[in-house]
């Protein structure tokens, strides 16, 4: 679509140049040198005349529309006629929260599910990633965001975290495990915490997902059980994926966990599937991502290219006209 | 009250005294072909006089030559026929309003007749007919004919002076001495047989005042427009469209040829009839050029005779 933002200039300039036309015209013609003669049309009634005369008009015609035209064109020119193009760039509307388990029964783990995590982060491209973790009580380590270097830093710092056991990096026991709150791994509230934390419920068509790390050994009184957790999450819409240590002696907790999942038509992977992340990353974004349009970027493009190609074409005919007619 | 005529009279007294002179002392009194001519007095001959008029035996005498001078007892008529209509409202080839020219020819020459004691009559328009005046004598009768045709400033007449001939040719039965003064009129064989009765009629002189050449003024970066075409109840000046002569036109080399050579044809043809006539001419086109050439045209109408 051609704009243009110079329409004031170009219109007050042609209702300037209308204006001095008209005082031109209105205004009386110069005194000087009108001199009456008589039996003019001796001359020009001659035949040689009246060609001459019938030339002279066509050719003032000619200069006039040429000029007019010329005047049109630089004017357009004035105007600056400018073609507006907006870009939506595209983007993959899907957020995913990490949400670890950090009880003691998971501490053997955590520095693996971290590893997983950030090799995970590599594969991620537009969607939105946030990480809250969870014990006694619930923690947001990073919100939803799609700054992959700064999550990546947090996870690392985390992992060092977590393999140092909190000399070095961040500690993430001790503060999801308050003294005022009794019991820990208190799994169903970490995950409606995870859930809790997913932004534009109501804006925005996105797809949401969890990837719980957890072995869903509880050790208290949770306020949402398991289940409770993940009727919740199915009410929010969001898919939990579920990513749990391979356990043989007590399969029950697991096989609540793998219902849960599945009730949010999610999935359950075991960690001693090695391919296990990947399988994850490829179901999220299996999932089909509401695409929807980024920020707008308006660019605008000059073209000035016919406005001076007539007004340089214009002024040229005008200069020849000029010399054909010797003005 | 006497403003043209003074400066008329001015104009005459500032010019070489000779030529008035001779042209008094001689001039009109050849109407009348010798009678009635009583010798006045003797005179120093100057350059200009008829070499007829000296009186050898009394030069014999004298260490100059000298010529006689004769008075004319009857009285000598003269007829001023002037074009008054809205053509000489423009331009004359030197510029000035041919009006103005034609009151200078006029005045030129009555006062001649005037100070000769002849009467002074003006033949013209009044603006629908032609008309002739009482016969003036007197230099405020003069002065009051040049009024007359001062007064058709502006006129919308489109008569010429054949119309004034034509009057003139079934009403003026004694013989004038008739100064028609007019512009460049087309004079066409087919007022031939008019112009040829008035010439044997009476003695006809014609001064003819040149019109402006359009072209050569446009050209001068002046615009010429018709005078025919001044628009009715507007400003002055304001004219028809193609009225006037656009300055780009008067550099087409075409047009200039064409339109000399038309006018010329047009003068030669005019000058063919009217000499055809036997009819005297002389042409004027600016004021300058007004006492040589009636100066002319009264020697050249003496040699005629």
């Not at chain 1, 710092?157 to 999801?176: K, N, V």
């Not at chain 2, 066409?188 to 002189?205: C, G, I, Q």
């Amino acid at each position: 679509m051609v704009t243009t933002p110079m329409l004031w200039l170009a219109i007050a300039l042609a209702v300037l140049a209308l204006a001095a036309v008209l005082v031109a015209f209105l205004l009386p013609a110069r005194s000087r040198g009108r001199t009456p003669v008589a039996y003019l049309s001796r001359l020009t009634a001659l035949p040689a005349y009246v060609r001459a005369r019938r030339r002279l008009l066509l050719g003032s015609l000619a200069g006039l529309a040429v000029l007019a035209l010329t005047a049109v064109f630089a004017l357009a020119g004035v105007a600056r006629p400018t073609v507006q193009e907006t870009i939506s760039p595209k983007r993959h509307l899907r957020d995913v929260m990490l949400c670890l388990d950090v009880s003691g029964s998971m501490i053997t783990y955590d520095a693996e599910i971290l590893e997983s995590y950030i090799e995970m982060i590599d594969s991620f491209d537009g969607e939105r990633i946030g990480m809250s973790i969870f014990n006694a009580t619930g923690v947001t380590v990073f919100p939803l965001t799609d700054d992959y270097d700064m999550a990546k830093e947090f996870l690392e710092d985390a992992h060092a975290g977590f393999t140092s056991y909190g000399t070095e990096g961040l500690d993430f026991i001790a503060p999801t495990q308050p003294p005022v709150v009794t019991g820990s791994s208190l799994i169903g509230d970490g995950l409606v915490n995870c859930v809790e934390s997913f932004d534009r419920l109501d804006e925005e068509e996105r797809s949401r997902s969890i990837i719980l790390a957890t072995d869903n050994e509880l050790a208290g009184e949770p306020l949402f059980t398991m289940p409770e957790a993940a009727d919740h999450a199915v009410e929010r819409g969001v898919r939990v994926y579920a990513l749990a240590p391979s356990r043989y002696y007590f399969p029950a907790p697991l096989e609540e966990l793998e219902a849960a999942a599945e009730t949010t038509e999610g999935e359950f992977h075991s960690m001693s599937d090695a391919r296990a992340v990947d399988r994850i990353v490829t179901s999220v974004q299996a999932t089909e991502a509401a695409l929807t349009d980024g920020r707008l970027v308006t660019l605008f493009h000059d073209r000035p290219v016919l406005p001076l190609a007539g007004t340089g074409i214009g002024v040229l005919a005008l200069l020849v006209l000029v010399w054909r007619l010797r003005l | 009250m006497a403003a043209l005529l003074t400066r008329i009279r001015t104009r005459l007294t500032l010019h070489t005294h000779r030529r008035v002179a001779s042209l008094l002392d001689g001039g009109w009194a050849s109407v009348f072909h010798g009678q009635s001519l009583d010798f006045d007095d003797l005179r120093e001959y100057v350059d200009g006089d008829e070499i007829r008029d000296i009186d050898w035996k009394a030069s014999a005498r004298h260490s100059v030559p000298l010529v006689k001078r004769y008075t004319d007892h009857r009285r000598l008529r003269l007829a001023l026929v002037v074009a008054t209509g809205r053509s000489m409202d423009a331009a004359a080839t030197g510029g000035e309003s041919k009006r103005d020219l034609a009151i200078l020819l006029a005045g030129m020459a009555g006062w001649f007749a005037v100070r000769g004691g002849d009467e002074v009559c003006l033949i013209a328009s009044d603006g629908h007919r032609t008309r002739m005046t009482r016969p003036e004598s007197s230099e405020a009768g003069l002065e009051h004919l040049l009024r007359r045709i001062l007064a058709h400033r502006g006129t919308q007449d489109s008569s010429t002076v054949i119309d004034h001939l034509d009057w003139m040719s079934s009403r003026l039965r004694r013989r004038h001495l008739v100064i028609v003064i007019s512009d460049e009129i087309d004079v066409t064989d087919a007022h031939l047989r008019l112009l040829r009765k008035a010439s044997s009629h009476h003695e006809l002189l014609w001064l003819t005042i040149t019109e402006a050449d359009p072209l050569a003024l446009a050209a001068d970066g002046d615009v010429p427009f018709d005078v025919a075409a001044t628009l009715a109840g507007t400003a002055a000046g304001t004219v028809r469209a193609g009225a006037s002569v656009p300055r780009l036109l008067a550099k087409d080399a075409a047009v200039a040829r064409d339109y000399a050579a038309a006018e010329t044809a047009r003068r030669e043809n005019t000058a063919r009839v009217l000499r055809a006539a036997g009819i005297v001419t002389e042409r004027v086109g600016a004021s300058a050029q007004a006492l040589p050439a009636i100066h002319r045209a009264a020697e050249r109408h003496r040699r005629a005779r």
